[in-house]
């Protein structure tokens, strides 16, 4: 048996803890120690520098995807800017029946065949072109086009080949302001009549129905003097109530025939551009959209490209666009790198941007210039071809440079403040200072492109297959984008018979493809414009500012310039 003295171990915890206390209250934290101190391979030399940009091209942007989801556009413009030179826009489409189950009847009758467009926008070149007359004439497309009319530029070939019919099946006059407004001729009726009568029941695919009746083409007459014309911007998707009820955006072909031996009048409702013969609300229209520009040689490439000199000429649709060298900017960067000792693989571009100055137009002219030149490479894919006897095909599509998820990157908006547009290619130079002065340099270029901001109406489908496709997009896209196979903001790869019909690609448009919301939702967001008129002229390379001396800051000079900020790290000491 133990024995303790009465009140020992209270007394012994008690010292104990009157010591550690004692201890503790003796040590000084200092929580400022080591905050002077920065690890040496954190530690950064910074520059800024900046380049007058010598090479640069003007050249006839002719391989912009034709198709669109949204609009049918018609028109043509007069440049007046002392050119005169002339761009129009015409549409082709098809014409594709709501009802899976067309019964026509004994013994047709043609009465009417009439299509309607509501209006979207409008664009010319001076507000009193706004609601002069215009004639509108439509044409029978002979041939399916397939996968072989692809671009703004096609329609050149589409005349060439005699894809184009040379009757004219419509006409109306057009003043700007309503619906457009079309009736086919008895015999365009009357062979839609005849075909689909005897055929529509043996056509089970969107293939065999364009063999037989391939689509419309529209157009208008060109104006008569220079600054003078307007581009008409139509909806294309069948526009339906909520209660089912179809409202605009379509076709009616009306007829009387015999039913059960009895007369009677009838009619058959078609919409536009139709993906598919089995009616959903879900299946996506498109109008191939052409443009032609006044100048351009469609028989040789060479001569839509030449140099930049005192202006740089930018047009709207396929017209020209500035090209900037990659090549010329990897050589500038790396020269500096080599005088100042540098290795150009220890650098790292903290922000890098194109500055093209312009002089402030008059205010009427303000509304023709681009809101927004959004740097772009122009990728040449080759597609394998899937039959015997046919050849490997060639696409092209865009990718845009700047990352439109960063609020902090200029996109290119034009600054009316400062008289330039100033885009951010800090991502793309970054790639092009790591390739090796022999490489190829052509897809590495820089095309501006117009950019404005549209207010777009979606309805999304929540259904698995939706989310799927959606998954797969942006994964495909991510892969591109970080070196599987390209990289940059934008090498999308495109998903259809027409290459997702569209062959402009940035981070935002990829990103927003996640989006999976079952409701209808309204947005405003940059895409490419191809259809409305624009005419701007930027200062060239070898533009004089009146008295800024040769040896005066580029920013005085008001010279097309690449403005850099680079940091490399700090050797240890």
Not at 10 to 21: C, P, T
Not at 430 to 445: G, L, S, T, V
Not at 456 to 481: C, F, G, H, K, P
Request: overall charge negative; glycine content about 8%.
């Amino acid at each position: 048996m133990n024995i303790y003295p009465k009140g020992s171990g209270f007394s012994r915890m008690l010292l104990a803890g009157a010591l550690a206390l004692g201890a503790s209250s003796c040590v000084y934290i200092d929580n400022t120690l080591g905050s002077n101190f920065i690890p040496t391979d954190q530690l950064f030399d910074i520059y800024q520098t900046e380049y007058k940009l010598e090479d640069i091209n003007v050249a006839y942007c002719d391989s912009l995807s034709g198709f669109s989801s949204s609009r049918i556009t018609i028109g043509a413009v007069r440049d007046g800017a002392g050119t005169g030179k002339l761009t129009t826009r015409s549409s082709s489409f098809t014409l594709i029946p709501l009802s899976e189950e067309m019964d026509f009847g004994k013994d047709p009758e043609f009465r009417q065949f009439h299509l309607t467009a509501s209006r979207d926008t409008l664009s010319y070149p001076k507000e009193s072109e706004a609601n002069i007359l215009q004639n509108i004439y439509a044409k029978e497309i002979l041939k399916d086009l397939g996968s072989k009319y692809i671009y703004t530029s096609s329609g050149y070939r589409m005349e060439k080949d005699g894809v184009i019919g040379n009757d004219i099946i419509a006409r109306t006059v057009y003043s700007g302001g309503d619906s457009l407004s079309l009736d086919f001729s008895a015999a365009f009726g009357q062979k839609y009549i005849d075909v689909l009568s005897e055929k529509f029941k043996s056509m089970d695919s969107l293939e065999s129905y364009t063999r037989e009746l391939p689509g419309i083409y529209l157009y208008c007459d060109e104006p008569v003097g220079n600054n003078s014309g307007r581009i008409n911007m139509f909806n294309l998707p069948l526009e339906v109530t909520d209660s089912y009820l179809v409202t605009g955006c379509f076709a009616e072909l009306k007829f009387s025939s015999e039913y059960e031996g009895e007369r009677k009048d009838t009619s058959f409702l078609f919409y536009f551009g139709a993906q598919s013969l089995t009616y959903s609300s879900s299946v996506s229209q498109y109008a191939l959209n052409l443009c032609s520009e006044e100048g351009y040689n469609p028989d040789s490439p060479e001569a839509n490209i030449i140099k930049a000199g005192t202006t740089i000429d930018v047009q709207g649709g396929g017209g020209t666009k500035p090209v900037v060298s990659a090549k010329e900017i990897r050589d500038l960067l790396c020269a500096e790198f080599r005088d100042k000792g540098i290795d150009s693989s220890d650098v790292i571009i903290n922000k890098a941007s194109l500055v093209f100055p312009f002089a402030d137009p008059a205010f009427e002219l303000k509304s023709i210039y681009p809101t927004m030149l959004s740097p772009t490479c122009k990728l040449d894919s080759e597609i394998q071809a899937t039959g015997e006897g046919t050849e490997n095909t060639h696409s092209v599509y865009y990718a845009g440079l700047t990352d439109a998820s960063v609020s902090s990157e200029n996109q290119g908006d034009v600054n009316w403040s400062t008289s330039e547009y100033a885009p951010d290619i800090t991502h793309h130079v970054q790639e092009i200072i790591k390739m090796a002065p022999d490489a190829d340099f052509h897809e590495r270029d820089i095309w501006l492109l117009i950019l404005a901001t549209e207010t777009v109406t979606e309805t999304t489908d929540n259904s698995a297959m939706n989310d799927y496709l959606q998954n797969l997009a942006y994964y495909n896209y991510y892969n591109n984008m970080y070196g599987y196979g390209n990289y940059g903001y934008g090498y999308g790869y495109g998903y259809g018979g027409y290459y997702d019909y569209s062959n402009y690609y940035n981070y935002y448009y990829m990103a927003a493809m996640m989006s999976n919301a079952s409701q209808e939702s309204t947005s405003s967001s940059a895409q490419l414009d191809k259809d409305r008129f624009y005419v701007c002229t930027l200062n060239g390379p070898e533009h004089e500012e009146a008295g800024a001396s040769a040896d005066a800051p580029l920013s005085a000079r008001r010279v097309p310039m690449l403005k850099v900020t680079y940091s490399v790290p700090k050797s240890a000491e």
